[in-house]
């Protein structure tokens, strides 16, 4: 199985600050027919089911806001929130789907400071 | 709209056997397909598994594999994860969702709004 690991497990930031979330995976899927990464970020709020926010590594969903954006290739991939909002206090996930089992990593808890 | 819908939260023994539902709304159901995810109490996402259900083909999660069973009717547009013997581990909030795309290899866009599973003697 393809292991997700992020960092950190939580953080808090300031309002108006930046945020980076890191998610490695154990197994580098670059090499597929795609040039694309099978890699999404979901975020889920309190009492809520999970939000898909970014696919392909760094595609944002639609509706998404622009503060949201993503990077990475390889194994290494990166969520970041230019400016932080209060309603972006939530847990993130990344995801895998390259492969079943489709992992997600262990969640990313973010609190405001 | 587009959404899953799922059966509402259970309280079960351990012992006892349990059938929750995800019906699809908006779409050609057999068009996309469906996964199981669990979260346990103040956990994090795991993935179960996912069936087509066009024809019924299921993958699993090696960790949960014998323990639930994830079925479809296409009829009525459908999805169940079924348990023939509840533990009390078996305690958790479960999800189904649905890939954005008809590829296996997608993301999950489309999330029912979670079955809260209870099981206590």
């Known amino acids: 199985d393809i292991v997700m690991t992020q960092s950190p497990d939580s953080l808090a930031v300031s309002l108006g600050e930046r945020v980076t979330i890191n998610c490695k995976s154990s197994q580098n899927f670059l090499y597929t027919s795609s040039i694309e990464d099978d890699l999404a970020w979901y975020q889920q709020k309190s009492g809520q089911p999970p939000k898909l926010l970014i696919s392909w590594a760094s595609t944002r969903e639609s509706g998404v806001p622009d503060r949201f954006s993503a990077s990475g290739s390889g194994t290494d991939f990166t969520l970041t929130i230019s400016s932080l909002q209060a309603e972006d206090v939530a847990v993130y996930y990344c995801?895998?789907?390259?492969?079943?089992?489709?992992?997600f990593g262990h969640g990313t808890r973010l609190e405001i400071k | 709209e587009v959404q899953l819908v799922q059966s509402g939260a259970e309280v079960k023994k351990p012992g006892e056997s349990l059938t929750i539902s995800c019906e699809g709304f908006g779409y050609s159901f057999t068009d996309y397909y469906i996964d199981w995810v669990r979260q346990m109490p103040g956990k994090g996402l795991e993935w179960i598994g996912v069936i087509s259900p066009r024809d019924s083909h299921t993958r699993y999660s090696p960790s949960i594999q014998g323990r639930v069973t994830i079925s479809v009717d296409k009829s009525i547009n459908t999805a169940y994860l079924q348990w023939t013997s509840l533990r009390a581990s078996d305690t958790a909030m479960f999800y189904c969702?649905?890939?954005?795309?008809?590829?296996?290899?997608?993301?999950?866009?489309?999330w029912g709004q979670g079955t809260l599973v209870t099981v206590s003697s």
């Open positions: 969702a649905r890939h954005r795309s008809g590829n296996l290899s997608d993301a999950f866009n489309i």
């Open positions: 995801q895998q789907y390259y492969g079943a089992p489709f992992t």
